[in-house]
């Protein structure tokens, strides 16, 4: 087995031999997913990279985004295996859970008895592929990117290989939630994680994918995918929790399809990487449907949290609502871009967008790009950001009572967190996430 803490030099990402080694890595993969993948690679080699003249990256540092340093990551060594796994214990409470490290499944928790006969599918992508490829051919990377990240979705689409397939029947109620652990291992590693959610009509699911590194120093590239499909009266909670090694540089899209009646909840916490730009994108397609959007963002150091989103509307009498929030310490750097688009035949859409930024420092700097595009002449929608800095009578408050001033602009940060926080039903997946801001604030 080739070492744990490398990289297969014969597989540099930008080598025009790459997709011939992955190729020769993964030689059972369907037909049809082959020639969506010859199809991508051909795609990923003649989009440009990112400039400062793409108005998709307007405010981004595009220095750095090449691939350049990276490579696919090797296997990951039994002791190191055993120990990911041990580290990936974050909820006691689940009905199922599996773990990823550089790709390869680690642990598979299965799901009951009961879930199984009811025809809940909760598999590795890997295995997926020829035992489920009808449901993935359908799905898998059916919509594309559209945010400005199209280059390197087209290399996730070529060089994925696992990740996570969760299909929820019809009228199908998982109380508890689903998780999927992803790690990446080794200097220079670069990872491709894949989610695809399908609740069909009245399913109700809540997932968890939770990304991170093995060693917060290390230098990685991590280039994922997720998408949540909600059919008819169906209601989804999806969490995405970013926490990449601080050195490292990640992108993630995210799709969410709303179709009749149904509703999606999606929460983003961003804490990882060195850059990280992640892209969120709702479609509502059937009527009386309702996406709604939240994120946290903690930064620090001279991180750089780019955050992209779309409401697109397509049907009427339908409901959007999305809500980040971002408190930056140090010389860290955020960006938010997002638009809500609504149709012509989206009519009495009702639809919200709000960026909130906090600064903990005078080097932070926030950028905020909220955005109209409205062809339907019934509706109410609205936008809103905000830049500011801590209350200085409220951190007075609590210096003048002995506490020092990391702690108050932890415990004001809390309170500035605390409306979306509020808004996770199951109480242990609330502590979880403020379980992560604390250990952030030590590293800060």
């Known amino acids: 087995m080739p070492p744990a803490t490398t990289v297969n030099p014969d597989s540099d990402l930008l080598t025009e031999t790459v997709f011939e080694h992955?190729?020769?890595r993964h030689p059972d993969l369907p037909p049809w997913l082959l020639q969506q993948k010859r199809q991508s690679w051909m795609e990923y080699r003649s989009?440009?990279?990112?400039?400062?003249?793409?108005?998709?990256?307007?405010?981004?540092?595009?220095?750095?985004?090449?691939v350049d340093p990276f490579a696919l990551a090797n296997p990951i060594n039994g002791h190191s295996r055993a120990a990911l796994v041990a580290r990936s214990q974050d909820l006691d409470s689940c009905a199922g859970r599996m773990v990823f490290g550089n790709d390869d499944l680690l642990e598979n928790s299965p799901l009951s008895w009961e879930m199984t006969e009811k025809g809940?599918?909760?598999?590795?992508?890997?295995?997926a592929f020829s035992k489920h490829s009808e449901i993935l051919?359908?799905?898998?990377m059916a919509q594309k990117s559209a945010l400005g990240s199209e280059k390197f979705a087209a290399l996730h689409t070529t060089l994925?290989?696992?990740?996570?397939?969760?299909?929820?029947?019809?009228?199908?109620?998982?109380?508890?939630?689903?998780?999927?652990?992803?790690?990446?291992?080794?200097?220079?590693?670069?990872?491709?994680?894949h989610t695809l959610l399908i609740a069909r009509d009245q399913?109700?699911?809540?997932?968890?994918?939770?990304?991170?590194?093995?060693e917060a120093s290390s230098r990685q590239f991590a280039c994922g995918v997720s998408t949540v499909y909600a059919g008819s009266g169906a209601e989804v909670e999806y969490h995405h929790v970013q926490n990449w090694g601080e050195r490292s540089l990640s992108f993630n899209?995210?799709?969410?399809?709303?179709?009749?009646?149904?509703?999606i909840r999606a929460f983003g916490m961003n804490l990882g990487s060195k850059y990280s730009r992640n892209e969120g994108h709702s479609i509502i397609e059937g009527p009386a449907s309702n996406a709604e959007f939240y994120s946290l963002t903690l930064s620090h150091l001279d991180q750089e949290m780019d955050q992209r989103t779309r409401q697109t509307h397509r049907a009427p009498h339908a409901r959007s609502n999305l809500l980040f929030k971002n408190a930056l310490l140090d010389s860290s750097k955020t960006i938010f871009s997002g638009l809500i688009k609504v149709d012509k035949?989206?009519?009495?859409?009702?639809?919200?967008?709000?960026?909130?930024n906090l600064l903990l420092s005078p080097k932070a700097e926030a950028n905020s790009m909220p955005g109209l595009e409205i062809l339907a002449n019934d509706v109410k929608c609205s936008h809103g950001a905000t830049t500011g800095q801590l209350d200085d009578n409220q951190l007075f408050y609590f210096l003048s009572r002995g506490i020092g001033k990391l702690a108050a602009q932890k415990l004001l940060v809390f309170g500035f967190f605390e409306e979306v926080l509020e808004k996770i039903d199951n109480r242990e997946l609330a502590e979880f996430h403020r379980r992560l801001v604390q250990e952030k604030f030590k590293r800060s």
């Open 253 to 263: 899209t995210l799709t969410a399809i709303a179709q009749r009646n149904s509703r």
């Open 137 to 140: 051919e359908e799905f898998f």
């Open 47 to 66: 989009l440009p990279l990112p400039n400062r003249k793409m108005e998709s990256w307007r405010f981004s540092n595009v220095r750095g985004l090449g």
């Open 22 to 24: 992955f190729q020769g």
């Open 160 to 193: 994925n290989r696992n990740g996570t397939l969760l299909y929820v029947p019809e009228k199908v109620e998982i109380r508890l939630p689903l998780v999927s652990r992803h790690w990446a291992f080794g200097e220079n590693a670069a990872v491709f994680p």
């Open 203 to 214: 399913a109700r699911v809540v997932f968890v994918d939770v990304y991170s590194s093995s």
């Open 120 to 127: 809940v599918i909760f598999e590795p992508l890997q295995t």
């Open 345 to 356: 035949a989206a009519q009495q859409t009702d639809a919200y967008q709000t960026n909130r």
